[in-house]
C-alpha cells in the first residue's frame, strides 16, 4: 500500500511569491491534516480536511490556505511568501473513522524562502 | 489553550540501557488522546504508542511503554532496551476531534553502541 506522497520534495521561492504544495494520502483515507515543522517550535496544526471541507483549522494567517479534491488529494498554497515561512510542510492522513487516531504522515515539503 | 511541553531538547542513552522522555500537557478538555512519534533523520514521523486519556491502563508497544498521570497532565515515554535503530527525535502529541494535533517541541534521542 503506497504511502502519503508529497510534492514537490524541495523548493526555493523568494519573498513575496506564492507556493503551491500537493498531498496524496493512502488509498482510503479521506482525513488530510497538514502541520508546518521548524527548529525549535515542533509541529504547528495548519489545517484539516475531510470529505472536502475544512473541519480544523489552526492560528496562522489567511495567506494559508488548503483545499481538498474529491479524491482526498489536498493542496495547500502560501501567498505572499515571507522569510518566516521556511519550514517544513507535512502532510498527514488517517482512516476516514478515525477522529482521533493515529496520523499517516509524508516525507514532507522543504520551503526555502530568500 | 492547549499546550504540549518536552522540556528535554536532547538525550543520550547507551545501547540496551533504558530511556525515560518526559512530556507535560495542559488541556481543559476531557475527551483527548495522547501519542508518541518517532522522526529519524530525513525519514517520515511514525507512531510510537498511543492512550485514550480515559483509559487508565497504561499502554505498551514491545519496548515501549507510557506513563500516563493523569491528574499531572504527564506521560512520559520509557524505551526500553534501546537500540541504535531508536536514534531519533521523539514528539510528544495531545490530539482531539477532527485530528487537531498539538505537538511538544521534540526530544532529540542519542543512542551511544
Known amino acids: 500500500k503506497a504511502g502519503v506522497t508529497q510534492t514537490p520534495r524541495y523548493l526555493i521561492k523568494t519573498r513575496g511569491q506564492q507556493v503551491t504544495l500537493s498531498c496524496s494520502p493512502i488509498s482510503g483515507h479521506r482525513s488530510v491534516s497538514w502541520y508546518q515543522q521548524t527548529p525549535g517550535q515542533g509541529l504547528q496544526f495548519l489545517f484539516e480536511?475531510?470529505?472536502?471541507?475544512?473541519?480544523n483549522k489552526g492560528n496562522f494567517p489567511g495567506r494559508f490556505s488548503g483545499r481538498q479534491f474529491s479524491n482526498s488529494r489536498s493542496e495547500m498554497n502560501v501567498s505572499t511568501l515571507e522569510l518566516g515561512d521556511s519550514a517544513l510542510y507535512l502532510c498527514?492522513?488517517?482512516?476516514?473513522?478515525?477522529?482521533?487516531?493515529?496520523?499517516?504522515f509524508g516525507e514532507g515539503s522543504r520551503l526555502t524562502v530568500l | 489553550a492547549q499546550t504540549v511541553t518536552q522540556s528535554q531538547p536532547e538525550m543520550s542513552v547507551q545501547e540496551a540501557e533504558t530511556v525515560t522522555l518526559s512530556c507535560t500537557y495542559d488541556?481543559?478538555?476531557?475527551?483527548?488522546?495522547l501519542f508518541w512519534y518517532k522522526q529519524p533523520p530525513s525519514r517520515q514521523m511514525i507512531l510510537v504508542i498511543r492512550?485514550?486519556?480515559?483509559?487508565?491502563q497504561n499502554a505498551t508497544e514491545n519496548r515501549f511503554s507510557v506513563n500516563f498521570q493523569k491528574a499531572a497532565k504527564s506521560f512520559s515515554l520509557k524505551i526500553s532496551d534501546s537500540q541504535l535503530g531508536d536514534a531519533a527525535m521523539y514528539f510528544c502529541a495531545l490530539g482531539y476531534n477532527f485530528n487537531k494535533f498539538y505537538f511538544g517541541s521534540g526530544t532529540k534521542l542519542n543512542v551511544k553502541p
Open positions: 488541556t481543559s478538555e476531557s475527551d483527548y488522546y
Open positions: 492512550q485514550e486519556a480515559y483509559k487508565q
Open positions: 480536511y475531510f470529505s472536502e471541507t475544512q473541519r
Open positions: 498527514a492522513s488517517s482512516l476516514p473513522a478515525s477522529n482521533t487516531g493515529e496520523l499517516f
